[in-house]
């Protein structure tokens, strides 16, 4: 019984700033590498943005490097990204996920939609 839900999104103007959660459950949450991945409408696949390891080391993906942030709260099996300087290339669903994903184990995502 895994489950990542995702929360935080909505619409934000572009040069904004906003913050997603992500709610693991069912997983080993504090022992493994969790990443955030988006998907647009005219995209087949998701993208990783931003990844974490355990103890708290992180990644960025270059499109949102210096504008995005990832962390990560063990005690509470939460993940987080925090958005700033957002443009409309920013537009997506974005998941969380183990950085090696679970295919099965997508949730429905949280849609960030930004505006010029």
């Known amino acids: 019984q895994v489950q990542l839900v995702e929360s935080g999104g909505g619409l934000v103007q572009a040069g904004g700033s906003l913050n997603l959660s992500c709610l693991a459950s069912?997983?080993?949450?504090?022992?493994?590498?969790m990443g955030w991945f988006r998907q647009s409408l005219d995209d087949d696949r998701r993208e990783l943005v931003a990844d974490i390891t355990p103890s708290g080391r992180t990644n960025i993906a270059e499109p949102v490097k210096g504008r995005f942030t990832v962390s990560r709260d063990n005690a509470k099996n939460t993940l987080f990204l925090h958005m700033a300087s957002v443009d409309a290339r920013d537009t997506a669903t974005y998941y969380c996920?183990?950085?090696?994903?679970?295919?099965?184990?997508w949730g429905q995502g949280t849609q960030v939609t930004v505006s010029s």
């Open positions: 996920n183990l950085r090696a994903p679970l295919l099965k184990s």
């Open positions: 069912g997983v080993p949450f504090r022992t493994v590498n």
